[in-house]
């Protein structure tokens, strides 16, 4: 079973910085791409970046610019740097991995790690 485990997310004042990881239990260029999505209290989970396997990258509209999707391979850890926070940051992050074999897609999620942006 596929295990994803994040860590990073804490309390940051508005304009500061915080990287997220996200370890992941088996060789990350398994998956066909992985990413990060938040949710606010009382909003749906929304992407915030997406990086295939081969590299190429997306961005929600609000991040874009501002927030940084990248992977270690020796470490089986995606990252995603986040520059310039405002309080609109402020969720709970979760990491997706995404398995298609066969036509047969599986998602897999961590358990999130809450980032707070005080204004």
């Known amino acids: 079973q596929v295990q994803l485990v994040e860590s990073g997310g804490g309390l940051v004042q508005a304009g500061g910085s915080l990287r997220l990881s996200c370890a992941a239990s088996?060789?990350?260029?398994?998956?066909?791409?992985m990413g990060w999505y938040r949710q606010a209290p009382g909003k749906q989970r929304e992407l915030v970046a997406v990086?295939?396997?081969?590299?190429?990258?997306s961005y929600g509209d609000s991040v874009e610019d501002r927030f940084t999707i990248s992977r270690d391979s020796a470490k089986n850890t995606l990252y995603l740097q986040m520059n310039s926070l405002n309080a609109e940051d402020t969720a709970v992050y979760y990491c997706?991995?995404?398995?298609?074999?066969?036509?047969?897609?599986?998602?897999?999620w961590g358990q999130g790690t809450q980032v707070t942006v005080s204004s």
């Open positions: 990086i295939t396997s081969v590299g190429t990258t």
């Open positions: 088996e060789n990350i260029f398994n998956f066909n791409h």
């Open positions: 997706n991995a995404v398995l298609v074999v066969r036509s047969s897609r599986s998602d897999y």
